[in-house]
């Protein structure tokens, strides 16, 4: 199975439609990969499903960027 | 209790005349056009005024219907209406419904399953009819949300509309044509997410008279709401499907709630079905609860796009929260 980070640039590469070249670390979702508040809502959707986890909303509140995502997912697979 | 299937007879709607744009809402409310057609594919609602009951729509809608089986009201056993506006607790609305239609045979009641209501009483109805109390039921579905949308909160009262819709159950004539599997389910842990706020009344009971806000408006945690739509309705789509044992390529037609166009996307996606295979009138009336649905027939079939033989897949959710899902061979 591919590692944690190629998951989640995967995905959002899907759920956004967006080049995978544009998908760094530092890339924000609304700001960078144009990602309106619902499309943040149905990336953390696609998250839960491939990882099989809940994400409190507390928390996707906090994921602004790739690497904030990156970072979560690793620490919730990790735990 | 005698087997087969239970058919919708027929399909009836109406829907007030008066048309409120984005661009009016504009001038209501901290809003604009582009947010609210990207984040929910709505264009315009309608809206009944205030001498518009919900049960003169309702009754107008199941007219509709009651016509268009070729019956007279006279025939119809049992009258179930779903709405969640009603113009008044007591009676049941199904009541004054029956009363204007003058189906005097008919026993009538209520049930409150919110958006998912309608899908609620045609199972209800079907249960009457193959449990042999009833041979012809009218389920109607009437809701006057403008009634209790809160018009200073931009956040909810964008969404919703009003509308009423109508079928008529009976025994199918056979050939598998009829309603093939149903589901339904309910959570009422998720019920704070979407909720009418309580009037002051006698019969509020104390913890939620303490409630701080008694105005009668409807109460939404959008995003919640949306990530368990989504979920929900996508459960309902599978269940159906394995309980027919029908695959999500033999589908003529989505027909889902029409609350907002990224929950039918999302839906549609999932079930694998391409936009064209969806009926989407979300853009024209907005929410209208648990209306959506039977309009939405009624508009498929008027378009053609329902004919006998087609295999009709419907999914809704709502407050409760309820969901609900429908297979029918029309
Ligand atoms: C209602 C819904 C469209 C809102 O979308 P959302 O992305 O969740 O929006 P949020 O509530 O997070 O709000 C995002 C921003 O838009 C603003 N906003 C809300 N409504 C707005 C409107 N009509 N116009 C402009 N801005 C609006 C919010 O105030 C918020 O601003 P902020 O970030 O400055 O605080 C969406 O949650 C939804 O469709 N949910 C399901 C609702 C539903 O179907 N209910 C019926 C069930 S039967």
Request: glycine share 8%.
């Amino acid at each position: 199975m591919a590692d944690i980070e190629s998951r989640v640039r995967d995905i959002i590469v899907t759920e956004l439609g967006v080049e995978p070249s544009k998908v760094t670390p530092e890339a924000s979702f609304v700001e960078d990969l144009g990602a309106d508040s619902l499309d943040t809502v149905e990336l953390v959707m696609a998250f839960e499903e491939e990882f099989g986890i809940e994400i409190p909303d507390e928390d996707a509140e906090k994921m602004e960027t790739v690497g904030d995502a990156i970072k979560y997912l690793t620490e919730k697979e990790g735990a | 209790m005698r087997g087969g299937l239970i058919e919708l007879a027929s399909t009836g709607m109406w829907v007030p005349e008066k048309v409120l744009t984005n661009a009016d809402l504009e001038r209501m409310v901290d809003t604009t056009d582009e947010w609210i057609t990207e984040r929910t594919g709505i264009k315009e609602r309608r809206i009944a005024g205030d001498d518009m009951t919900a049960v003169e729509m309702g009754y107008r809608a199941g007219k509709a219907a009651v016509a268009d089986a070729g019956l007279e009201p006279a025939d119809v056993d049992a009258i179930i209406v779903s709405t969640a506006t009603p113009d008044r607790l007591l009676p049941a609305t199904a009541c004054d419904i029956q009363a204007r239609l003058e189906a005097r045979d008919a026993v009538a009641f209520d049930v409150w399953g919110a958006c998912s209501g309608w899908l609620y009483a045609i199972n209800i109805g079907s249960g009457l009819i193959l449990s042999e109390q009833a041979e012809t039921v009218l389920c109607v579905a009437t809701e006057k949300m403008s009634a209790i949308v809160d018009w200073t909160d931009r956040a909810t009262c964008v969404l919703f509309g009003d509308a009423a819709g109508a079928t008529v159950l009976r025994r199918s004539g056979g050939n598998g044509h009829g309603i093939l599997s149903t589901y339904m389910r309910s959570d009422g842990t998720l019920a704070e997410l979407l909720y009418r706020s309580p009037l002051d009344s006698g019969s509020v009971p104390v913890d939620v008279a303490e409630l701080a806000v008694r105005d009668g408006y409807l109460r939404m945690a959008g995003r919640e709401v949306f990530k368990n739509a989504v979920r929900s309705m996508c459960e309902a789509v599978d269940a159906v499907l394995e309980k027919a044992g029908v695959t999500k390529d033999e589908i003529d037609l989505l027909v889902p709630h029409q609350a907002n166009i990224r929950i039918i996307e999302a839906t549609a996606r999932y079930a694998g079905l391409s936009m064209d295979r969806v009926w989407v009138n979300v853009d024209r009336y907005g929410n209208t609860s648990s209306a959506t649905i039977p309009v939405a027939l009624h508009e498929a079939r008027e378009a053609g796009r329902i004919e006998e033989g087609s295999l009709v897949l419907m999914v809704t959710f709502g407050a409760g929260l309820t969901w609900a899902g429908m297979l029918i061979r029309w």
